[in-house]
């Protein structure tokens, strides 16, 4: 018998690419989006959230995070008897909780998947898991769902604490960067310029900018967000000034510790290597 599963946001990006990617695994598919319904490409189109969710053995929430309890709250007592209630967002504070709460007649599976709507294949990417109710039976579903994947799995707390650092900070530095290049009133000559690093760094840029504000927001509202964006404020205010006022042995150490400490888990070189193929691939 065909499994079917409702997908919540299915107009949104990542609606998109798991309404394919399902689809392809041979589900039946229905999507609901209540923004962007004219987007959803699923076979089966639902204009109504309750009628959506009422048989289909999987519900994926593709929906904003600031939305996503309540949504849970609505649907989760709604739900057939047995169903996966599956939340995806970049936050766990606020959703976990309200998955807890489901009824037990339903699985809450809660998983952040480590990629965009931009990716091709979903085999090799990363995907966090964090234990609700039932840790094992949890995993053992995602793992059935997504095939090829690598995963990982922490509690919500830690969760949301590593996704500061790997999420939240990198979004931070991006969007300033960002933003100092949309100030560049002579960009064309600084992209004739630039170099591999450049380069690189403001791909990073530009490809965050294809996020919706909404989710931009989210990611660095994070409050696990403030200590790293302190710690860089920091760094960044010693470096200026230490290298303005010809404090070289001070900014000489502070690379000089970096370099080791980095070292110790990376091969510096070559990621040097690979950032320079990276730029070569993209300049062909």
């Known amino acids: 018998m065909t499994e079917k599963i409702t997908i919540i946001g299915a107009g949104g990006g990542m609606g998109i690419l798991f309404t394919k990617y399902f689809t392809d695994m041979g589900f039946e598919v229905t999507g609901h989006d209540i923004d962007n319904q004219k987007k959803v490409r699923?076979?089966?189109k639902s204009d109504s959230l309750i009628g959506s969710i009422l048989q289909p053995d999987y519900v994926l929430l593709c929906t904003p995070t600031k939305a996503t309890p309540e949504i849970i709250r609505l649907i989760s007592k709604e739900m057939k008897r047995g169903a996966f209630l599956i939340e995806i967002s970049s936050e766990k504070s606020k959703t976990v909780p309200a998955l807890a709460k489901t009824p037990s007649k339903i699985?809450?599976?809660?998983?952040?998947?480590?990629?965009?709507?931009?990716?091709?294949?979903i085999k090799g990417r990363n995907i966090i898991c964090i234990p609700i109710k039932d840790a094992k039976k949890e995993l053992a579903t995602t793992k059935k769902l997504f095939p090829g994947a690598n995963f990982?799995?922490?509690?919500?707390?830690?969760?949301?604490?590593?996704?500061?650092l790997i999420l939240g900070l990198t979004?931070?530095?991006n969007l300033a960067f960002a933003n100092i290049l949309a100030r560049d009133e002579t960009i064309t000559l600084t992209e004739k310029m630039s170099g591999t690093t450049f380069k690189a760094q403001k791909i990073i840029a530009e490809s965050i900018l294809t996020e919706t504000p909404e989710l931009i927001n989210t990611i660095i509202s994070n409050p696990e967000l403030r200590k790293y964006g302190e710690e860089f404020w920091r760094d960044i205010g010693r470096l200026l000034a230490d290298s303005q006022e010809g404090k070289r042995e001070d900014v000489m150490?502070?690379?000089?510790?970096?370099?080791e400490k980095i070292s110790k888990n990376v091969d510096l070189n070559?990621?040097?290597?690979k950032?320079?193929?990276?730029?070569?691939?993209?300049?062909?």
């Open 42 to 44: 699923a076979s089966v």
């Open 152 to 164: 990982v799995t922490i509690d919500s707390t830690e969760h949301d604490k590593k996704i500061a």
């Open 107 to 121: 699985n809450p599976i809660c998983i952040h998947p480590m990629f965009g709507p931009g990716i091709k294949k």
């Open 275 to 284: 950032l320079s193929n990276m730029v070569n691939l993209i300049d062909k």
């Open 270 to 273: 070559k990621s040097s290597k």
């Open 253 to 259: 150490n502070y690379v000089k510790a970096c370099q």
């Open 171 to 173: 979004h931070l530095m």
